[in-house]
Every structure is written in C-alpha cells, then in structure tokens.
C-alpha cells in the first residue's frame, strides 16, 4: 500500500533552479512533440536562404564588395533573421500557457514561478540552435564558404545566443501582454519583420534612403548582423561586436525583468 | 506548525473587478477531515473563492487562512499542503499521463524516486496505467479530469480544493469521479468543493454552504437544508397554459412554483391524507382538468430555488 514520500531537503536556491530545469524539459518537450512548430524550425530556414539566395542573388551582388557572393553576404543576415523569428515561440508558449491554466496550476505549487518563463526561453535557444545548424548545412550544400576560424565561430556563437536570449525575453513580455496566440502571432510579426527588413540583413544599408539609412545602421539587428558578417567572411569587425554585445545585454537587462514583473502582476489579479 | 480550530478559515472576505462585487463577504470554516461544499449558479463566486484560497487570487478584504497559513503572508507555506483541481486549474496536454505527475511531483518538491512511485501508484489507483504514456491531448473528458486529480494529489497533501470536478462529465465519469472523492474523504483529507449540481452536493459533502451574488445565503448539513424547506411537494400537471393560470388562481398562495412552458405547478402538502384531496377539489369546483400529479421529497434543488427565490425577491424590496 501507500509508499513513503521523500522530499527534497535541498537549498531553496537549489530548489528554484531544478524548477528552472523541470520546465526546460517540459518545453523542450513540447518543441519535439509539437510536429507542425518543428518542421517549420527545420524547413522555414532552408526556404528562406535558398530563395533569397537565388532571386536577389544577380541584382544584389553587382552592389556587393568585390570577391564577396551574395550567399556567403546573406548567411549573417539570414541567421539573424530566423532567430529573431524564431523568438515568436517563447510568445505563443507564454500566452498559450496563461490561456490554459496551466500557469494557475504551477501557481498552485511551491515552485519558483519564474521558471515557467526560464523554461521557454531557454528552450527556444535550443531550437534556435538547431535552426542555425540547419542553415548552415544547408548554406554549405548550395556553395556556402567561410573564412573564420573555431575562434570566430566561437564569437559567432555567443553572439547569436546573446542576442536570441535577448529577443526571447522581449518576445515573453507580448507573450504576457497578447489576450490570444492570434494576436501574439501578429503582434509578433509587425515587430519583427521591419527590424529585420530595415537592417542590413538582406542589403547593405548603403543603399538605403537616408532617414532610413541611420535608423538601420543604429538598430540592434544591424549590429548584431554585421558583427556575425565580418566573423564569417574574416572582415575587420569595427566596432560591430562590442555594440553588438551592448545591445543584446541591454535588451536582456529591460527585457528580463520587465517580462517577470508583467507574468507575476497578469498572474496575480 | 500554527494550528487553529478550522483547517480552512475565510472570514468577511471581498472581491471587486472595478465596481462589479464578486465577493461580498464570505465565511466558511471547515475542520478536519470534512467535506464543505459551496453550492451555487454561475458566477455566484465560488471560483472565485477557491482561487483566493488557494493562494492564486488578491482580495480586497478579509482573511484567508489554510492549516492556520494566511494565504497572503504564508502563500509558500499553504502551497505546500494544499492540491488543487477543476477548472482552476488545468495538465499539461503535450505531456504523457506519467510525465505530467512526474514533474509536478518534483515540483512539489518530491525526489524524483518518490515522485516517479507515487506517480505509478495514482495511475493504478485512477485507472490511468494503460493511458499513462499517451499524451494527455488524447483523453476523454473523464480521464483528463482524474490525471487532473491524480496531480493534485501526488504529494498527498492534507488539504484538496475541488472545483467543480464534474462539470461537464457524462454520467458515468461523474460516478467514478464521485467514488474517487468518496475514497480520498475516508483518508481522512480536508476537502472544499465546489459544485452547481445539487446532487453532487447532497451525495459527498459533511456540510454545504450555498452562495450566491458574492454572499453566503444558507449553511448546514444536507438535511437541514432540506428540513428548511419542509415538506413534501405535490407537482401538478395541466393540459395547457391557460388551466395552468386558472389553477393558479384557484390555489392562491399554496403555488410555490410553476412554469408555463411545462403547463406545471407546485404545491406544498403538510398530510398527503387531506391536502391532496383539498387541492384536487378546489381544481374540481372550478372544472380544472389535471394531466398528472407526483408527489416528491424536497430536494436541494427545491432548497436552492426557494433560497435564492427569497433572495431576489428581498433584492426587489430593498430597491422598492
């Protein structure tokens, strides 16, 4: 008949990370369960680099640095472009969660409540990455080359986890704030998608209008795409990587407790 | 551990969203090892109530204590002895049966060996084991609504909140639900429920404290209730509307109910011997025809419409 419990006697600290991990698990579960979401992480990337590498590849590579093809310009720019993407995911699981309950479930245990947000965003980092890989292979496939070196790679790494982290957090606070998954999808969407389009993700921002021209060489995605740029084609990085740093940490620093604040305040009414 | 009389306390608590009162005052005391349930329509605030009790609410006014915890400065501690379950609360659809104990019994702070026992333990126990490692997304109404309980009860807490556990269910989950309840009641655990189903009510629950618009409006054991109410009832049947009204007429105060729709009328009977007949030679002097008639017990349902009934009409007064 009944079994003895066992609880745990760990550090409160201790307790509230294991909480963090459980719901890592939990959405990384849901990220490999969740078959439509995962073939979209997996196809969308190869889409987009193979179309865009073939339909604007002839008319953008004659304004493009002599000895530079317009595949091994986009990689950067395409990679960006996807996580930014990417981090509509950590929304849709925040609002979807607070819609079904199951966040007042949580609430009712003697959990950590962050670390159903934790949970989401570092699982997104996760598929992030596997998107990433993806391109890469891909890029590789139809004629990508590189000249960094494991160093580099390394800097390209930190960069674009970084700066995912940051927009995950930025992406939890609509999630928090969006009533339903439809809007957050929109929402989501007329964020992103001038972020990334008036940046130097696809085209270098020279050819921009001037107002536009200094909007994009000061945002954050330009940054981080040109710093990741000039890492992959061995280019001098200026002052690229440092500002791309300083803006991702930034935006984490508003962004994160900005989005708990909001989660704790929404679940507490 | 601070303990009081009553393992779950309300006093005078109050709720508002703007100027709409969902809460105007609540008192429920439960002791150990009983089962208070707190009957009412929609929107009566018994949600409300539980998810204030359960630590997931704010309120304006009051006090709130479980196992002598306030709810407010001892949230940490409440949690930890309370299970919640219902519409409050919700299973995780993309995880299996087992991985959804698994992890909020890990959650509760369980090692992952006990938690992964206890887990197996309530599949058998709620007949879950031949579902236990599909997706709770593939379950019928009535298993998701015991994986649901089954999760508030892996760490066996001493304290369970119910709310409304079969809303919804088709007649024979609502059995094998209540015989679950009925099990976890010998153990000994302290259980609110919450229920729009009188039934539900008069079958499990030690005590039954009736809500509506916010306020308690009557509280005891189902046959105090019920001995409210009195006596036995006699329900008429007409042929049509129209005789329904005149029978109305003829009857005068003794109606307690009607309905046009089903052409039907209640009468209150102190002695089936002579008030029967009475009622059928009033109808028969004015030539008044009678379909059926059934004579019954009262019933919670009885108690709740001549409740509120008296409510809504002391309402009207009090705006007069």
Partial sequence: MAIELVFEKKPKWVLSLNDSRLMVKRSATHIIRNTDQLLGAFF??????????TVFGGAIS????????????????????????????????????????????????????????????VSDLFRNVISTLVMLITGLIIGFRSHASPLHWLYITGILMLFTLAFSWLAAIVGVFAKTVEAVQWLTFVLIFPLTFASSAFVPASSFPRYLKAFAINQPITQVVEAVRALILGLPVGNHVWLAIVWSLGLLAIAMPLASWLFRRKTSQ | MPKNDYVIEAKN?????????VLRGINLQIERGTMLALLGPNGAGKTTTVRILSTLLSFDGGEASVEGYDVVKHADKVRSVIGLTGQSAAVDELLTGRENLVMMGQLYRLTPQSSKARAQELLEEFDLVKAADRTAKTYSGGMRRRLDLAVSLIATPPVIFLDEPTTGLDPRSRLSMWAIIKKLMEKGTTIL??????????????????????????EGTSTELKSKVGNDRLELTFPNAGSMQKALGVLGKKVIDSSDKDSSATVVIKDPNVDVREVLDLLAAKKITVDSMAIHKPTLDDVFLSLTGKQKSKDKKEKA
């Fill in chain 1, 44 to 53: 969308q990337p190869i889409m987009f680099l193979v179309l865009f590498s």
């Fill in chain 1, 62 to 121: 004659k304004s493009l640095p002599p000895g530079i093809s317009y595949l091994n310009f986009l990689m950067a720019g395409i990679i960006v472009q996807t996580v930014a993407f990417g981090s509509t995911t950590t929304a849709v699981s925040v609002c979807s969660d607070l819609q079904k309950g199951i966040v007042d479930r949580f609430r009712s245990l003697p959990m950590a409540n962050l670390a159903v947000l934790n949970g989401h965003v």
């Fill in chain 2, 13 to 21: 608590l109050t709720k508002s969203y703007g100027s709409t009162e």
């Fill in chain 2, 193 to 218: 429920l919450t229920t729009q189903y009188l039934d539900e009510a008069d079958q499990l629950a030690d005590k039954i404290v009736v809500i509506d618009d916010g306020i308690v409006i009557a």
